[in-house]
């Protein structure tokens, strides 16, 4: 089946530093992507879609100078975190969909979690 | 809006059925989806449901949609621990174009 790799598992940071978080989709090609946040405890909220070979489309709220999303080819989209502060330590889980099953059946990272000191 | 709600925690005992409750507000959804998360892990898609059916049933899995209501379920069948994790349920809107919508999900803790 599909599988979408993600890296670093875990990342710890110092604040002011920038961090990248890559997302892979193993076995297949993907033009579209999508950036989800995780608090502990609570659902997954939407940061951006990012679409291969154009730019990114974030959701309401989301700073896109702040979360940097770059889609360079249909196998890998990175998310940068600018500039990282304590309040960006999240969970950050990225998803693709192999697009065959008609379904719309999205694969998920097995996520990245973001400590920032 | 776009909203999906779940109770936050269901605890069941090893052996007996889970049902774990989830209703939504966009009616034009194409598929609605249960996916699993267990700790410090991403998401695992478990089934998903075409929204001209009204049950779905994969082994210990059975989902029912109630589209005039908005309401869909995910029975699971003797529960077992390895079962423990947070279940969400998700919908994608007709305009969002793949864009997940999840619920707050709910947290099943398996008693021995």
């Known amino acids: 089946g599909a599988v979408v790799s993600q890296h670093p598992s875990w990342v710890i940071c110092k604040s002011g530093t920038s961090v990248k978080i890559e997302c892979r989709s193993l076995d297949f090609q993907a033009t579209t992507m999508f950036w989800y946040r995780q608090f502990p405890k609570q659902s997954l909220m939407l940061m951006a879609t990012s679409n291969e070979g154009s730019k990114a489309t974030y959701e309401q709220g989301v700073e896109k100078d702040k979360f940097l999303i770059n889609h360079a080819s249909l196998t890998l989209s990175t998310l940068t975190v600018t500039s990282a502060h304590p309040e960006d330590s999240s969970f950050y889980i990225c998803?693709?969909?192999?697009?065959?099953?008609?379904?719309?059946?999205?694969?998920f990272g097995a996520g990245s979690r973001l400590t920032v000191l | 809006g776009e909203d999906v709600e779940q109770s936050l925690f269901l605890s069941v005992r090893e052996g007996d059925s889970s049902v774990i409750n989830c209703t939504y507000t966009d009616s034009s959804s194409t598929y609605l989806y249960w996916y699993k998360q267990e700790p410090g892990a991403g998401l695992q898609l478990l089934t998903y449901i075409f929204s001209n059916m009204d049950m779905k049933q994969d082994q210990r899995l059975t989902v029912l949609l109630n589209k005039k209501d908005k309401h869909l379920s995910l029975r699971i069948a003797d529960t077992q621990t390895g079962d423990s994790a947070i279940y969400f349920c998700a919908e994608i809107p007709m305009d969002s174009s793949y864009k997940l919508i999840f619920g707050s999900g709910t947290r099943l803790l398996v008693r021995p």
């Open positions: 998803s693709a969909s192999e697009g065959s099953s008609g379904a719309n059946v999205l694969t």
